[in-house]
């Protein structure tokens, strides 16, 4: 998944109305039709949003002429989670480094003060 | 994100709606050690950088209008410059900076980190706020490579090193 790919993830999703049609697709595939049903717009607003979730690749819609039900596509979700995890891991190790760090601090200062530890929690 | 191995795991919230990027993590040290690894530059050097790059501080001015500017520099010479302004440096409780990679220079993050008191422990979390969700995507994107080469190479042998 490039970074643009990704960028029109989050894009396709910012959005509350296209985040509550994933929602629903999320259940059971639907139509246009059926999507647009709740909401107080058109079926072609309806469409439109669907248009934009395609292009991100979270929802396809099969070549079936008389329905064409849309589908999501959950794994795009996995990978989108993929990364976020993977910027969280980064995180974590410097964290990590960080924790060494305070470690040999706190030895430091053991060393040079007389450490006064009597508070009760 | 709830079951992990390590107590003191980093939590990560990236909203869909906003252009943020919010990390929580806990560290066993009070607020007032937390603060000046933050701070000093030779304590900083010891930990930002990623593992790959050598980091150089050429400032590291961590107060109320200070400023800092930094280099990872590759094993092939290649260097990544960063730079930006302390807006605020509040001791062992809070502090505000800009920050910019320099050859994005347009792009400009907020970053808020606030130490919090957990009674011999600290509680730290840092908010990063840019101006666009794409913005916000190529951050998180920017993690990918140096998360998956690195690994917890580094940490395993820091771990090892504190037994």
Redesign the interface.
């Known amino acids: 998944m490039t970074?643009d790919r990704?960028?029109q993830v989050?894009?396709a999703?910012?959005d509350p109305t296209r985040?509550d049609i994933v929602a629903r697709l999320a259940s059971a595939d639907a139509t246009v039709n059926e999507l647009a049903e709740p909401y107080d717009v058109s079926v072609q607003a309806v469409s439109k949003h669907i248009r934009v979730l395609e292009d991100a690749g979270l929802v396809s819609r099969t070549r079936d002429a008389q329905r064409r039900p849309c589908h999501l596509e959950a794994e795009v979700f996995d990978l989108m989670t993929k990364?976020?995890e993977?910027?969280?891991?980064?995180?974590?190790?410097?964290?990590?480094?960080?924790?060494?760090?305070?470690?040999r601090?706190?030895g430091e200062?053991s060393d040079t003060e007389t450490r006064t530890?009597g508070?009760a929690? | 994100?709830s079951t992990t191995t390590?107590h003191?795991?980093?939590?990560?919230v990236?909203d869909?709606?906003l252009p943020t990027?919010v990390?929580v993590?806990e560290?066993?040290?009070s607020p007032e050690?937390?603060f000046?690894?933050y701070t000093e530059p030779e304590?900083v050097r010891?930990?930002?950088g990623?593992?790959r790059l050598t980091m150089h501080i050429d400032r590291y001015d961590a107060r109320t209008d200070g400023s800092y500017r930094f280099r990872h520099i590759d094993t092939d010479g290649t260097e990544y410059r960063f730079r930006g302004v302390f807006h605020e440096v509040r001791p062992h409780d809070r502090i505000v900076q800009t920050f910019t990679y320099e050859d994005v220079p347009e792009g400009v993050s907020l970053e808020t980190a606030t130490f919090e008191d957990l009674?011999?422990r600290t509680r730290v979390t840092t908010t990063s706020v840019v101006d666009t969700?794409?913005a916000?995507?190529?951050?998180?994107?920017s993690?990918?490579e140096?998360?998956?080469k690195?690994?917890?190479e580094?940490?395993d042998e820091?771990?090892a090193?504190?037994k």
Do not use: C
């Open positions: 970074e990704l960028s989050f894009a999703l910012a985040r990364w976020i993977r910027y969280r891991q980064e995180a974590e190790e410097r964290f990590r480094r960080l924790d060494a760090v305070l470690e601090m706190k200062v530890e508070q929690s | 994100m390590h003191n795991e980093t939590q990560i990236a869909p709606n990027i990390l993590r560290f066993e040290a050690l937390v000046r690894a304590l010891q930990w930002l990623p593992r009674g011999g969700m794409e916000r995507d190529a951050m998180i994107a993690g990918m140096t998360g998956i690195e690994g917890y580094r940490l820091l771990l090193g504190m």
